[in-house]
C-alpha cells in the first residue's frame, strides 16, 4: 500500500488498516458530487464534512445527510408518511444511535432531479418549520 506524499513524515500515522478510508473519502466524494449535481435546480445548496459524511445546507439551514452512499432528508409529521410508505428507514450512523429526525430518500427519488428537488424543498422547509417555532419558544 502505498501512502501519499501528503502524509509522509507528518505526525498522523496511516496504518494500512486505515488506509482503505483514504479510497473510500475518494468514493464518497463523488457521491456527494453527483447529488449535488442532481441537486442544482435549487440555489446555494452546499456540503459540509461532518461525521463520516457530509451536511446538505441551504444557506444556514441544515436540512440533509449524505453518509456511506445513502441520503437522508429532515423530515415532520406531514412529511415522514412518504418515506414510510417506501419502508425508508431513518439515519442510523451507528448501532447505539438513530436519528429519528432524518430519513433514507428512495433511490427512485435520488434518480429523479425533479422529485428530488420536490423533496429536498420539503426537508428545507421542515427543518425552517422546527427552527421558527424553536426561537418562538425562547422569546
Known amino acids: 500500500m502505498r501512502v501519499s506524499s501528503k502524509f509522509k513524515g507528518s505526525r498522523f500515522k496511516v ?3 486505515k488506509a482503505p478510508s483514504l ?4 468514493k464518497d466524494e463523488s457521491f456527494k458530487d453527483f447529488v449535488l449535481d442532481q441537486l442544482r435546480e435549487l440555489d446555494d445548496i452546499d456540503a459540509r464534512r461532518m461525521f463520516g459524511g457530509f451536511g446538505l445546507y441551504r444557506d444556514e439551514t441544515f436540512f440533509g445527510i449524505i453518509h456511506k452512499d445513502r441520503v437522508y432528508f429532515k ?14 428507514r431513518p439515519f442510523r450512523p451507528n448501532a447505539k444511535q438513530t436519528l429519528k429526525s432524518y430519513y433514507q430518500v428512495p433511490l427512485e427519488v ?4 425533479e422529485r428530488l428537488g420536490e423533496w ?3 426537508a428545507i422547509s421542515c427543518q425552517k418549520k422546527i427552527r421558527n417555532s424553536t426561537r418562538r419558544n425562547k422569546l
Not at 479510497?23 to 475518494?26: D, L
Not at 423530515?75 to 425508508?88: A, L
Not at 435520488?110 to 432531479?113: G, M, Q, V, Y
Open 75 to 88: 423530515i415532520d409529521d406531514s412529511t415522514v408518511g412518504e418515506y414510510r410508505k417506501r419502508r425508508m
Open 15 to 17: 496504518s494500512a488498516q
Open 120 to 122: 429536498a424543498a420539503q
Open 23 to 26: 479510497v473510500m473519502n475518494r
Open 110 to 113: 435520488l434518480e429523479d432531479t
